[in-house]
């Protein structure tokens, strides 16, 4: 009796079309997620212990109304000159501590960087995509900030900086390196966005 | 004549499908990597805003999602077409959304339940009355850390 040479082969005709099977079963079942956006912190219900007394001038105040107008310090603005607006009064430095500020000083405008607070009102009509528009030009006039300092100091963008430290995949030895870095940018500007309850008329 | 009748019978080669296989399963093995298992079926219409100063939301287990917007075609019937709250699978209403909250972080092992964000997937052209009444019951629950989520793209295209 002969012998057989080896098993006889399989067919593999039909390979194509599972593996196809499977591609349009994950084609149809996942997506590709765009989960990005704007980071914000909410305050905490309970008021503060001690009341803050801060003075108007170090308040800058931005109120959109239910059609999507802006006033900004009691003046009617348009929404591409916030972003200037919102950078002139952080940088402000009327009392002159800031050394890194290049504003004009003005003395009915803001003390200080650290002391300058953006106040957002907003009627309860207003467009959410407006809302986020604005909440934008505000991010981004920090960011803008940061980022002049952080090329100033580090010779890098600060939101680049920002992004590796978040990244989980960024080795600890340099996430550990930027995390001053970071630290010490997010401290020359800090974010001071309050956000008030909405008004209803 | 027989150069004619050679060069009909003359058939091409068929092309080889043996490489057909690798080249779907690399497609596949792509497609498995990038994208991300659809978690619940929108019940709203979703058209996020654009924003140019965004952050990634890493870590896609420390984030609980809420959807708002109107709802979609198939469902203005019986819910009209305001902006409404979608958790998980269902229409809610905004005091819904705090215990929604509360359940969602107990479901979380401990380690991650003071590190949780929650993205705010609004569609762009709900009033802001719904989400400062939503900001409000988050903040009532202490889930402080938001995310407004957002397509990267120009701000002032929001506008139009």
Do not use: H
Not at chain 2, 121 to 142: F, H, P, S, W, Y
Request: aromatic share 8%; glycine share 4%.
């Amino acid at each position: 009796m002969p012998r057989r040479k080896g098993a006889p082969e399989v067919n593999a005709g039909s390979m194509a079309d599972i593996a196809f099977l499977l591609l349009i079963f994950f084609l149809v079942t996942t997506t590709i997620e765009t989960d990005a956006g704007l980071d914000r912190m909410l305050p905490p219900i309970e008021p503060p212990d001690q009341d803050v007394v801060i003075r108007q001038k170090n308040i800058f105040t931005v109120n959109i109304n239910k059609n999507g107008q802006l006033l900004v310090e009691d003046q009617l603005m348009d929404l591409k000159d916030l972003r200037n607006a919102a950078i002139a009064f952080l940088e402000n430095g009327a009392d002159g501590s800031c050394n890194y500020c290049k504003g004009r000083k003005d003395q009915s405008s803001s003390d200080n960087p650290t002391k300058a607070i953006i106040s957002l009102k907003n009627d309860r009509e207003t467009k959410y995509s407006t809302y986020i528009t604005v909440q934008n030009e505000l991010v981004g006039a920090y960011n803008d900030l940061r980022d002049r300092e952080a090329q100033r100091i580090f010779g890098r963008d600060f939101t680049e900086m920002e992004a590796e430290y978040l990244n989980p995949e960024t080795p600890s030895s340099i996430r550990d390196d930027l995390k001053d870095k970071v630290k010490r940018i997010q401290d020359m500007f800090p974010q001071k966005l309050s956000e008030a309850e909405t008004t209803s008329n | 004549m027989a150069k004619f009748t050679k060069k009909k019978d003359g058939e091409l080669p068929a092309v080889s499908t043996a490489s057909l296989p690798d080249i779907v399963f690399m497609l596949l093995f792509f497609f498995m990597t990038v994208t991300t298992m659809k978690d619940s079926s929108l019940l709203v219409e979703n058209t996020l805003p654009n924003a140019t100063e965004i952050k990634k939301l890493e870590k896609k287990d420390r984030v609980i999602y809420i959807y708002v917007g109107k709802p979609t075609q198939e469902y203005q019937k019986v819910f009209g077409t305001e902006p409404k709250i979608q958790l998980n699978d269902k229409f809610a209403s905004v005091d819904e959304v705090g215990s929604y909250i509360l359940a969602e972080r107990a479901k979380k092992p401990q380690e991650l339940q003071n590190v949780l964000t929650t993205a705010l997937k609004v569609d762009k052209n709900a009033n802001m009355g719904l989400i400062t009444d939503i900001k409000q019951q988050l903040r009532e629950v202490n889930a402080l850390k938001v995310n407004y989520t957002t397509y990267e793209g120009n701000a002032f295209n929001n506008l139009q």
